[in-house]
């Protein structure tokens, strides 16, 4: 009898299910089954079964026999779905990955049209309009009346990768193009000029960056070449040529761009603005936050040395489609070239793209 049941014992060891092991430690026991459980079609008047040690010998053995795979797939649960990608572009619609095709993700190729600085067309009222370069001009053309305080100020720009992967490094070549105009389109005594309209071409070499300050995500460093100038002659001339670099961080909806610059000074002769960077400085930054299609963006120029500066801030709100509304506060030196050395203060409400 002991030996018996030793071997009924082993056999119900051998049983995988936990349901029918338990059974046949019962039935070994004298143990009378529990009732069915809700929902277990139990026919009417048929006893119990009960699983001898025999019985539990063959349940083992043809659970033995049943491949892994399949007691796999008929416990492995269903598959979880994809997680949210958490990246900016996914939650701001907006990274400096896309925005620089920093990876090879985000790659489109030369020669394609891209967005650069923002592009928009304003109606813009300022303090204090700058009359003093153009009165030498009025007088020729015997106009009586000041500049108008209201213009229509629009900017337009792209940038262009000229070359990818430049020998074989993770350096992209680009060049980026920015025109912002002046117009005074209610100054009807003066033909609603034109007042001032700066050009921006630029070339950069962009790389990647991945690694983290000031609790940031270091993205891409930018060195750059720019000519900036207003196209004009003689007293109301303005140029200046600069080298820069720049850094991008990013997270979570917020980006920083620094960059710190040095000018390439011209011949005395040549030079329309010795002093400019008196008033523009050697650097800025921009800060931008973005959410829920909102772009709440700072501008902070400062030269320290002689404690001049601008402060820009600008808020973009959705619309339709590409286009936002936007609303643009300006207070400093240098919203215009023409104006690097007067300081205004200056509102604006207009539409902004986001081609």
């Known amino acids: 009898m002991a030996q018996q049941a030793d071997q009924g014992l082993a056999g119900c060891a051998r049983i995988a299910e936990a349901g029918q092991r338990l059974a046949c430690y019962d039935g070994l026991a004298g143990i009378a089954p529990a009732p069915a459980a809700a929902g277990t ?110 213009e229509l100020v629009f900017q337009l720009g792209f940038k262009m990768k000229l070359v990818e992967s430049a020998l074989n490094q993770p350096v992209d070549l680009w060049f980026g193009y920015t025109q912002n105009s002046f117009w005074q389109a209610g100054n009807h005594e003066a033909s609603s000029p034109f007042r001032e309209t700066n050009y921006q071409p630029e070339l950069m070499a962009v790389t990647p960056l991945h690694f983290s300050v000031l609790g940031m995500n270091a993205r891409f460093l930018n060195l750059g070449l720019v000519h900036q100038s207003n196209g004009q002659i003689s007293t109301l001339s303005r140029s200046w040529n600069r080298v820069y670099a720049q850094v991008g961080l990013e997270r979570a909806g917020w980006t920083v761009l620094g960059r710190v610059w040095k000018r390439i000074n011209e011949a005395a002769a040549d030079d329309d603005n010795r002093d400019i960077v008196d008033y523009m400085g050697r650097g800025d930054v921009v800060i931008t936050y973005r959410n829920n299609g909102n772009d709440y963006s700072a501008l902070l120029r400062r030269n320290f040395s002689t404690e001049r500066g601008a402060v820009q801030l600008s808020w973009a709100f959705p619309l339709a489609g590409h286009i936002k509304g936007y609303a643009h506060v300006f207070s400093g030196y240098g919203q215009s070239l023409i104006d690097y050395n007067y300081y205004q203060n200056t509102v604006g409400l207009g539409l902004l793209g986001t081609f």
């Open 41 to 150: 079609q139990v026919t009417a008047g048929a006893p119990a079964e009960t699983a001898t040690p025999a019985q539990a010998a063959r349940t083992a053995s043809a659970s033995a026999a049943v491949p892994a795979s399949a007691t796999a797939k008929a416990t492995d649960p269903a598959p979880i779905p994809a997680a949210v990608d958490p990246s900016p572009a996914a939650t701001r619609g907006f990274s400096l990955a896309d925005h620089w095709e920093l990876d090879q993700e985000h790659k489109r190729g030369v020669f394609n049209f891209r967005p650069h600085q923002v592009n928009y067309l304003m109606l813009t009222r300022s303090a204090h309009p700058n009359n003093e370069p153009y009165k030498p001009f009025r007088r020729i053309a015997d106009l009586t009346s000041d500049l108008a305080h209201s």
